[in-house]
């Protein structure tokens, strides 16, 4: 991630933020406005109007009925103002927050969808990712008070610029010094806060994750029972050493720049200007009440005038992470992809032609040079020993990857001209990582709570085809039973072979024209795998079929098998044809009968 921008580009990003902050919450800008102006106004006449009246009237006739009035009519504008105030911090930019944060998170999950699963394969992308997601927040946040900072800040200069240049412009001179020296340092200040944030980002993210195992329930058990625990510890201190030495390799250097610019203001700028009035006082060049109310709001000018420097050198930083933020999560119309052609109204045909594939820094091709050709109506065992591409094909079906080389046809098109979000309600998939939701069996199963007869029809074919229903029956609230305790102390605590039928019944209940099951009978025993592979074949005779697994067992009903060795495609066919052809195909068969059989199961008989 770059860490230098222009002033040009910042300025650019900033306007582009403000708009995109403006489609979230149209209020946000103009009430921040309004509020701070209305602050800033009673800052001046309190700090300034009321303590110069004051002094003024000590040396003059002091008219107190007057003073009453004006004290009086203040006093409401406070009150008004306090008001005002109470509502903006403790509603309104809480609410305001809210609504921009649900805007660009809605943004960022749509973006994550849409981004290739490659992508989370490489590193730097994921430390890219991870920086972020974990910006968001703080960009909303740094913005605020940027827009904040800028209302009062120019309000406050130009008051106070009046009266000095009214009272004796030298005292600018006291103004501009350490604003020099802001100016020169500040920069290099940023670019090494920057820097430092962005590989504390990175150290976080190890840190962040050997936390989680430590925490996480699935984790709980190999914690308790094995010695990863200290592997995992060994990261979770890795995690503070890095930080040890990155804190030592920036925070020094930061610090000292930062008291430079403090030095400055504080000391050079502020004595010298206090020792310049005070002798034109005693020479009498310099009435006491414009010589009070100067020294007394010196800081204020001075930091308004820093806090408009500031603004600039933070508007300049806070331009990097927005930068990187809107071009991950809000792409121009150049960097947007584009929205595809509608997908047919039934997939007739899937082909492989020439396609390979690599994952990021890999040095062998994932898949090299597979080309097939399925239809509706095939049922495909897609098989081979562990490492062999299979679930490397299932992703590139699914386009949560895209081909290196070659391409992937559907009715003969190529399926990156297809509409992605359309493409993707005609596939259905059963991964080996499957994951079941903290929420009820029906919108585990339908992805949405039942609301008619129709739903109620599928909910329950869906139930019945993966082999679930005896369970159901058992289930004290039916369709509605949480599957978790984490938010619901009577939730159901599902075993791993129940847990993948629920997997199943998702995915039949998609009525999908093309079916994934990765691994799907992973979690089964022998007698319930059996009864799978004949549901499978009974049920779905209008989509085609992929059963991915390294068991051969569901190989002799299949239409086509696709038996895969180290990224290749080795061999195509009916069981009986690549048996009767004797290679790899057949030894792996036997291999895997012999011991079956040997344990008396009749699944390859």
């Known amino acids: 991630m770059d860490n230098k921008i222009g002033f040009e580009d910042a300025l650019n990003t900033l306007i582009r933020y403000s708009k995109e902050i403006q489609k979230a919450d149209p ?31 000590y040396n003059d006739n002091f008219n107190m009925k007057q003073f009453t009035v004006i004290m009086l009519c203040l006093l409401i504008f406070q009150v008004s103002v306090w008001l005002i105030e109470s509502y903006y911090v403790r509603y309104f930019n809480e609410d305001s927050n809210n609504k921009v944060n649900q805007y660009f998170y809605s943004k960022l999950f749509k973006k994550i969808e849409m981004t290739p699963l490659a992508n989370f394969e490489d590193p730097e992308f994921y430390d890219e990712h991870y920086f972020i997601i974990n910006n968001v927040n703080i960009r909303v946040n740094e913005y605020t008070s940027l827009l904040e900072t800028l209302v009062s800040s120019l309000l406050m200069i130009m008051t106070l610029a009046s009266l000095i240049a009214i009272t004796d412009p030298v005292i600018f001179i006291f103004v501009a010094m350490p604003l020099v020296c802001e100016w020169i340092v500040t920069p290099r200040a940023n670019r090494l806060e920057y820097k430092f944030n962005k590989e504390v980002s990175n150290a976080r993210r190890r840190g962040d994750y050997a936390q989680r195992v430590f925490f996480l329930k699935e984790y709980a058990k190999e914690m308790r029972t094995t010695r990863i625990k200290s592997v995992i510890l060994s990261q ?45 006082v005693y020479n009498n060049q310099m009435a006491m009440a414009s010589a009070i109310v100067i020294i007394s709001t010196f800081n204020e000018i001075i930091y308004s005038l820093k806090n408009i420097l500031d603004l600039y050198m933070k508007s300049m930083e806070q331009a990097l992470y927005i930068r990187a933020m809107l071009s991950y999560i809000c792409p121009t119309d150049l960097e947007r992809p584009k929205g595809g052609i509608p997908m047919p109204s039934k997939i007739e045909t899937l082909e492989f032609r020439n396609v390979s594939f690599s994952y990021p820094n890999a040095q062998a091709k994932a898949l090299d040079n597979i080309s097939f050709t399925v239809r509706s109506g095939q049922r495909i065992a897609v098989l081979g020993p562990n490492g062999a591409g299979k679930s490397t094909l299932v992703k590139l079906i699914m386009r949560l990857l895209q081909p290196t080389e070659g ?38 199963v ?74 799907p009978t992973s979690a089964l025993d022998p007698i319930s795998e059996n009864d799978f592979h004949q549901m499978l074949y009974d049920n779905f005779r209008d989509q085609i079929l992929f059963i991915i697994s390294h068991s051969f067992s569901l190989s002799k009903n299949a239409d086509m098998i696709l038996f895969f060795l180290d990224g290749k495609l080795e061999e ?7 048996m009767g052809q004797g290679k790899k195909y057949a030894e792996y068969f036997r291999i895997q009968s012999e011991n079956f059989t040997n344990k008396g199961s009749g699944l390859y008989e």
């Not at 195509?572 to 690549?578: F, K, N, Q, R, T």
């Open 572 to 578: 195509v066919g009916s069981h009986y044809e690549l």
């Open 27 to 57: 209020r946000k800008i103009t009430v921040t406005v309004i509020v701070y102006t209305g602050l800033t106004l009673s800052s001046v006449l309190f700090e300034i109007f009321l303590l110069h009246y004051i002094v003024d009237g």
């Open 446 to 519: 339908l992805l949405k709570p039942i609301e008619n007869d129709d739903d109620r029809l599928l909910y329950d074919s869906s139930i019945e085809k993966s082999g679930f229903l005896e369970k159901h029956k058992n289930l004290p609230k039916g369709s509605k039973t949480v599957l978790s305790r984490e938010f619901d102390d009577e939730g159901e605590v599902l075993s791993g072979g129940e847990r993948q039928k629920v997997a199943i019944a998702r995915a039949i209940a998609n009525k999908a024209d093309i079916l994934l099951m990765d691994e």
């Open 236 to 280: 979770f201190t890795r995690f503070f050493s890095d930080m040890k030495q990155l804190i030592d390799e920036y925070g020094m250097r930061i610090g000292l720049k930062r008291f430079a610019v403090d030095f400055a203001f504080k000391i050079v700028s502020y004595m010298g200007a206090a020792i310049y009035i005070a002798i034109k």
């Open 407 to 444: 391409e992937i046809l559907i009715n003969g098109l190529n399926i990156n001209e297809y509409d992605l979000n359309d493409y993707r309600k005609k596939i259905s998939a059963v991964k080996q990582n499957f994951v079941i939701f903290a929420a009820d069996l029906e919108r585990n």
